[in-house]
């Protein structure tokens, strides 16, 4: 069985910084396999891209509100993907998500990810 589990959400001021952890595991999860993104959901809207990263790491994608404030990056060898948050705004405030994506679909389109994490909440205040 294949689980995302992400971790890093908290509570932050306004032009703070977090980091959302994402570690993968299972039996036959091969995570260089998969290409990785995260999405964020706030009350009552759509789940919303905010970083993509393709297999090697080589290959980086960002959602137009967070370009240059947000930097994701993958460790192989831990099975994990990382997004660190800087310049934080309260417009951040999301539960954070992290998919694993094994085709050639849109990476920045949720419905094409095999795999969800439960989730993590940032709330960043004014």
């Known amino acids: 069985q294949v689980q995302l589990v992400e971790s890093g959400g908290g509570l932050v001021q306004s032009g703070g910084s977090l980091r959302l952890s994402c570690v993968v595991s299972?039996?036959?999860?091969?995570?260089?396999?998969?290409?990785m993104g995260w999405f964020r959901q706030a009350p009552g809207k759509e789940r919303e891209f905010v970083a993509g990263?393709?297999?090697?790491?080589?290959?980086?994608y960002y959602g137009d509100s967070v370009k240059g404030r947000f930097t994701i990056f993958r460790d192989n060898a831990k099975n994990l993907v990382a997004l660190q948050m800087n310049s934080l705004k309260p417009e951040d405030t999301a539960d954070y998500y992290c998919?694993?994506?094994?085709?050639?679909?849109?990476?920045?389109?949720?419905?094409?990810?095999?795999?969800w994490g439960q989730g993590t909440q940032v709330t960043v205040s004014s």
């Open positions: 998919g694993a994506l094994s085709g050639l679909g849109n990476i920045k389109s949720p419905s094409v990810y095999d795999y």
């Open positions: 299972g039996f036959t999860f091969n995570f260089n396999k998969y290409r």
């Open positions: 990263i393709n297999w090697s790491g080589t290959y980086t």
